[in-house]
């Protein structure tokens, strides 16, 4: 959702996009350009929400040039969480745009149409 513009649906241009690795209040730690952005081919902006287009929002942004900081460590991903696993989420949701919101201990309770049911709370951004 965040690559296609709120107002008129069309898609954002990779070239005005800054990744901000390790962004909190106000500042990151490394910046970088970005060279491509590619969306879930599936993916309905203008869709109702539905599970379908939840579990096809996702994007992928290839940088202009690696993030050699030290400071800057990527968080581990699971392929597929299973029912009962415990699972961290973390987010930059609509009311904390400057800080990320890490929920250490979500439980996942189902799996439904391909989007994970969770004992935490998270919002659209999560």
């Known amino acids: 959702h965040c690559l296609f513009d709120k ?5 954002i241009d990779p070239a005005r996009i800054e990744f ?4 909190r209040n106000g ?5 970088r350009s970005v060279r491509r952005a590619v969306t879930h081919p ?13 579990r096809n929002d996702v994007a992928l942004l290839e940088l202009h040039h690696p993030i050699n900081n030290t400071r800057v460590t990527p968080f581990e991903t699971d392929e597929r969480p299973r029912k009962g696993q415990k699972i961290g989420v973390v ?5 904390r745009s400057e800080a ?4 250490n201990i979500c439980e996942v309770l ?17």
């Open 7 to 11: 107002e008129t649906g069309a898609r």
């Open 20 to 23: 901000m690795a390790g962004w």
């Open 27 to 31: 500042r990151a730690a490394a910046y």
């Open 42 to 54: 599936d993916y309905a902006p203008a869709a109702d929400v539905t599970a379908e287009r939840v």
């Open 91 to 95: 987010s930059y949701a609509r009311d």
């Open 100 to 103: 990320p919101s890490l929920q």
């Open 110 to 126: 189902a799996r439904q149409d391909g989007v994970l049911v969770m004992s935490c709370d998270v919002d659209f951004g999560s």
